[in-house]
């Protein structure tokens, strides 16, 4: 399974961004996506992720009621739309895949920058 990001860029506090996604491979074993980043001299944390069936999302405390990840299964893709951007939110946002077999799989990432 292969990964690739889009959509990082500058934003002021208070903007919005939209985050995709798209797989490309072995896309049928996939059972989950997800997005993860990692903010500089922290550790990588989980922001989102979504199972196969789109009503099945989880979200990490920060980042609830201003994010929110969906995914479309026919196109092997995963968005994250985010709202209310704060400086905190500024990280490397990485999409992650899981796949039948336990096996994660990463994109190379792409930086968000909150700042005025």
């Known amino acids: 399974v292969h990964l690739v990001e889009s959509g990082g860029g500058l934003v002021q506090p208070g903007d919005s961004l939209r985050l995709s996604c798209a797989a490309s491979g072995q896309t049928w074993s996939i059972v989950a996506m997800g997005w993860f980043r990692q903010a500089p001299g922290k550790q990588r944390e989980l922001v989102a992720n979504i199972r196969h069936d789109p009503s099945s999302t989880n979200y990490a405390d920060s980042v609830k009621g201003r994010f929110s990840i969906s995914r479309d299964n026919a196109k092997s893709t995963v968005s994250l739309q985010m709202h209310s951007l704060q400086p905190e939110d500024t990280a490397v946002y990485y999409c992650?895949?899981?796949?039948?077999?336990?096996?994660?799989?990463w994109g190379k990432g792409t930086l968000v920058t909150v700042s005025s």
């Open positions: 992650s895949a899981e796949d039948l077999d336990g096996n994660d799989y």
